[in-house]
């Protein structure tokens, strides 16, 4: 289709060029003629007729020629064609005439009366133009033709090549759609292309569902794994406790169990909601600027007896210059209690617990000297239910990183854990996040 | 009153606080409620989040427009993040996340029916010869000046001023750090013991009850 329209297109223009160079070709003819006509008359007039046959004669270009006629139409000198004479004779009895004489071909004339009634025919044999034409019409032809066969092959070429990658495409997506997660589409592998940035667009958006897709798988199995343990021991206890004497206050110390079983799985669920809804990035919450050495000032005040009375030691080092980032206050303070609630929670007494907040960032940043967390399950501490103890033991329900992570994430910041060689560094780092008094982008 | 389209919620807030001896109304419909809250005969308010015809945030935000400032206490679903913070700009006083104990709930609402809705309360606060002057910040036991931090004044202050009302642990965390635990006892009482240590150390008879199960309370006079 489009190569017909380039064709079509390209011929037009042809015929245009053809019609302009001709009609160019005419007015130059005509021009031509006249001055022939005039040397032709100055020269009959001055030095007669016998003159202008012999000049004719010796000066001939084989284009030009006359012919002189008498009343009668019979030729008095000249080799030119007669002219097929109008009837009636236009009023001035001067014309111009064009016609196809025999032998000669196309021809171009002009005639007008001399006195004595004589009729002098000056003109011009076109079959030199007409070739000359003709070279134009066929070059441009054949320009046309040669241009239209490279057209339509590299159309053909390159419209394949996008077809073949357009194909590919749709098998990769085909295959990924059928359950080949690791199907991605191959980049075309010739510099950028608009087809190369949707396929590498393409990829991305699979890697996330992908991640989306493997995170909510093991949240799922982590949620009923870890929902099982609890409902489990709460359905033994229940059996023991109808297995038990049945007394009132047998029951209700059983009861007083159960409420807190299941307050337990409530919490969970919480927290869980809590995460998924800081991972949406909590629409409907209000953010403001925090200070971040206050609300870290606080939470230390907070859990310091705490650690005190549980043998460790909490110490806080607040900002040289200042740090603020957006936020909701509370939310952010749960989200750092959580930080240090885990520092308590999985090391051992005497152990030393430090939070710091730089400027630089802004950061937060709760380091413990404790056993630390082996790199290889570094990364895996922020994941929903992680315990490093697989024997679930110690307290708590997995979540409260986890939970921490989501929450420095709806505020434009990340949560990164470090070797503090000996302990745990947890970083949140609020790089990506708007700090308060730069201009708003 | 209660305005509490869940019956269960419904009955479980009617029933209980009747049953210790409060006067309870309750409705199921936001738009009754509201007219109901309208005449001012209520002490506090239990306002749930989610209501069909008329959620508790409108609710409240029409009371208050109408200069109705009845304490009111709000209960959120599970979840509800934006919820907390929306409720208390919103006009509440307090807000409880459901499922919640009775305990919780009734020494909320005695909480915030005591607290005077628009004056302060008294700016020096006295239980036996312990003085806290809210101005100054400053807690005297027997003329002598205790040492305590911003947190252990702050917690003295609020049992102080729900004298003879329990004040349960978690009140007192999200009251004095504003935060929200799970179980807020490991972080509590540290703070309280050092409290009534200071205290007892200048000479004062402990004044706070610890109530199990429930929290703290310090007996009125």
């Known amino acids: 289709m489009q190569t017909l329209l380039f064709v079509v297109t390209f011929a037009a223009a042809g015929a245009t060029t053809l019609a302009i160079v ?32 012999a000049y004719n004669r010796t000066h001939h270009d084989a284009v030009h020629d006359f012919r002189l006629d008498d009343a009668k139409g019979r030729v008095l000198a000249g080799g030119f064609p007669a002219p097929p004479i109008p009837k009636p004779m236009p009023a001035k009895r001067k014309f111009w005439s064009s016609f196809a004489a025999s032998r000669v071909g196309p021809v171009l004339a002009y005639t007008r009366p001399e006195p004595g009634g004589l009729r002098l025919t000056v003109g011009e044999y076109l079959r030199a133009r007409e070739a000359q034409d003709n070279v134009i019409l066929w070059a441009v032809a054949g320009l046309a033709t040669v241009v239209a066969a490279i057209g339509m092959m590299s159309g053909v070429w390159i419209s394949r090549g ?4 357009v194909d590919g495409m749709a098998q990769s997506i085909e295959r990924y759609a059928g359950g080949d997660r690791a199907a991605r589409i191959e980049r075309s592998g010739q510099g950028a292309s608009d087809l ?55 029951y209700r110390n059983a009861l007083i169990g159960a409420n807190e079983r299941v307050s337990e799985v409530l919490e969970t669920f919480q927290a869980l909601l809590h995460i998924a809804e800081l991972e949406a990035g909590a629409p409907g919450l209000a953010l403001c600027p ?27 080092s607040p900002s040289a210059g200042g740090a603020e980032v957006e936020a909701e206050p509370r939310i952010l303070g749960q989200a750092l209690a959580n930080l240090i609630e885990n520092a308590l929670t999985h090391t051992p007494p005497g152990t030393r617990v430090q939070i710091r907040v730089e400027a630089r960032g802004p950061r937060i940043i709760v380091s413990d000297d404790g056993p630390g967390v082996p790199e290889a399950i570094r990364g895996k501490i922020f994941e929903r239910f992680f315990r490093q103890d697989t024997s ?27 070797d503090a060689d000996p302990g745990l560094r947890l970083v949140a780092a609020f790089d990506g996040a708007q700090v308060v008094g730069r201009p708003v982008a | 009153m209660i305005i509490e389209d869940d019956g269960r919620t419904r009955e479980f807030v009617s029933d209980g606080l009747g049953a210790r001896g409060h006067e309870v109304a309750a409705e199921r419909d936001g738009r009754a409620g509201l007219l109901r809250a309208c005449d001012r005969s209520f002490d506090v308010l239990v306002i749930d989040r989610m209501l069909p015809s008329l959620g508790g945030l409108e609710i409240l935000r029409a009371l208050r427009t109408a200069s109705i400032d009845t304490p009111a206490i709000l209960l959120t679903a599970l979840g509800g993040l934006a919820d907390r913070v929306e409720g208390l700009r919103g006009g509440a006083d307090d807000y409880l996340v459901k499922p919640f104990e009775l305990d919780e709930l009734e020494a909320r609402l005695e909480a915030i029916g005591r607290r005077p809705p628009t004056v302060g309360a008294a700016a020096v606060l006295r239980k036996d010869d312990i003085v806290l002057d809210r101005l100054t910040r400053k807690v005297t036991v027997d003329g002598v000046l205790a040492d305590l931090t911003g947190s252990e004044f702050a917690m003295l202050e609020m049992l102080m ?9 978690a009140m007192l965390v999200e009251g004095v750090f504003d935060l929200h635990l799970s179980a807020p006892g490991p972080l509590i009482e540290p703070h309280m013991s050092r409290l009534r240590a200071k205290l007892v150390r200048l000479g004062a008879v402990d004044p706070i009850r610890t109530l199990r199960g429930v929290g703290y309370a310090i007996a009125a006079h």
Do not use: C, W
């Open chain 1, 22 to 53: 001709r009609r160019a070709e005419v007015r130059a003819a005509h021009a031509e003629i006249e001055e022939y006509e005039d040397d032709v008359t100055d020269r009959l007039a001055q030095r007669g007729l016998t003159n202008l046959i």
């Open chain 1, 162 to 165: 996008v077809l073949r990658h």
């Open chain 1, 196 to 250: 190369d940035d949707l396929a590498g667009a393409l990829n991305r958006m699979m890697d996330r569902e992908n991640r989306l897709v493997e995170g909510l798988r093991q949240v799922s199995s982590s949620i009923a794994h870890d929902l099982r343990r609890p409902l489990a021991h709460h359905n033994q206890e229940i059996g023991k406790a109808l297995a038990g004497p049945a007394s009132t206050a047998h």
């Open chain 1, 290 to 316: 925090v200070d971040l050495d206050e609300i870290a000032g606080k939470v230390v005040d907070a859990y310091a007896p705490r650690a005190e009375a549980e043998g460790r030691l909490l110490s806080y």
């Open chain 1, 392 to 418: 679930r033991s110690t307290s708590g329900n997995g979540l409260g990183l986890a939970l921490a992570t989501a929450a420095f994430g709806a505020f434009g910041g990340n949560l990164t854990a470090e």
């Open chain 2, 161 to 169: 001023l729900n004298a003879g009302q329990a004040v349960t642990k």
